[in-house]
């Protein structure tokens, strides 16, 4: 007897799940891809992120409606431009019971400078941190920061003794595969603790009795189980194994949103789609012309405007994402509706400025694309290597999971590649210092201009805000100019979930489970 695809699944989910219903108490969440590390300072990824702070917590935080209150620290004070006080919590423990000090914060913001830190951007204008007794610290920047709150809301706190102890004191070197103690455990002061870790396959989080704080769920257990493909994740969802979904596939919305015991929450998402294409190279990596094309701005220019963008918005998305002429999006300071207008989609254009850069008949490159990280990544992709073809350009398209793709950025083996910026400082300094900055750990362009370098240099220490607002939007002016990058759209989300499960949908796409319940 022949079994039909539907029931493969389902027996695949009875072996991974068991047959057990998940108690009242306990949310089954899944997503496409896993947590790269729980280093709470080594990746600076979306997903990672969301499972360090069910963990591991901050001295201020983003509420649900994601402004920034107090969290390790219940006050703070700046005594002069460059020095603040942070006034610690007297009562938190780790989940191992030890108080958390002063000491602890010292020894996190001092790691999560390191090297290997992906989180070192966050706090460059940072000089110096110190105890000044055990519930006191003082930070000092190099040059007032106008944003400093901001950034430090994504600065995790770690124990200094836990770390030593399991010779963790530097961040894990996730580039070059380095394995370490604190990547595979996890040991904060936040309302859950992790009681298993089995990396692309399940991570448990308990309750954490020993936490400060208010306890505003009823949950005893949260289950991560990533899965990747966007079939089965729906079959387990629909099925009832799995609880909630993070990023429920936009082709499934309305038939998780017609089950009676199902809903779907949507919102925009603070994350821009891109992508980049590096112009420093001599000659590409994967091209067949002996140079670089993308070192000219007609070529870019070319690739972008033989996008189709609302085709993708309608056949790929589903209607469910919006457009972008810029890398950022509705709720940064900085960004405007003008700069967000794109370049007229326009094959022939595209053409004819390919012929005026030298490339009548086009050229080869490939596109290296994740398949596990946005929402329809791959078929984004996709989508854009026909429309490129359509004007010459033949595309030879490289899809991965998202930690093989991100890691062979870093080691630079990308001439053109997709990536998602999020900004949860809700600052266009963030985007800049990341990604435009010359060197700047995710400027895989390769961009380097002085003029944008030195307006960095005043977004980060201009209190004045008027000039501040000037250097921001002179600097998108010239890299909107200069199509640095090429900007596809801003992300909408959707949350799918069991009716009886309450998890606040927030446009960071963060779960905060100490708000959540099931009922």
Known sequence: MKINSLSKILIILSLVFGFSSASANT???????????LDPHAQNEGPTTQVSRQVYEALVTRGIDMSIGPQLATKWKAVDPTTWYFFLREDVKFSDGTPMTSEDVVFSFIRAQQPTSDFKEYISSISSVKAIDDYTVQIKTKEPNPILLNQLSN???MSKAWAEKHFAKAPQNWGASQETYASVNAMGTGPFKITLREPNTKT??????????????????VELIPIANAATRVAALLSGEIDIVTDAPVQ???????????????????????????????????????????????VRQALYQAIDIEAIKQKVMRGNSASAGIVTFPGVTGYTTELDKRLAFDPEASKKLLADAGYPDGFEVELRCPNDRYINDEAICTAVVGMLGKVGVKVSLNSQTKSIHFKELGEKKADFYMLGWGVPTLDSHYVFHYLYDTGASWNKANFSNARVDELIKVMEGEVDLDKRNAAIAEAWQIVKDDITYLPLHHQVIAWASKKNVNVPIRPNNEPLFRFSSKN
Do not use: C, Y
Request: charged letters at 25%; a positive charge; hydrophobic letters at 35%.
């Open 27 to 37: 949310i089954k969440w899944s997503m496409a891809g896993d947590s790269l590390s």
């Open 155 to 157: 600065i995790f706190v």
């Open 204 to 221: 448990v989080f308990k309750k954490n009795t020993r936490w400060w704080g208010d306890v505003e769920h009823n949950l005893t257990t």
């Open 252 to 298: 499934d919305l309305g038939r998780i949103n017609s089950s009676g015991s199902h809903k779907v929450e949507s919102t925009p998402q603070m994350r821009t789609i891109f992508l980049g294409m590096d112009q420093a190279a001599d000659q590409l990596r994967s091209g067949n012309t002996g140079d670089n094309p993308f070192k000219k701005k007609e």
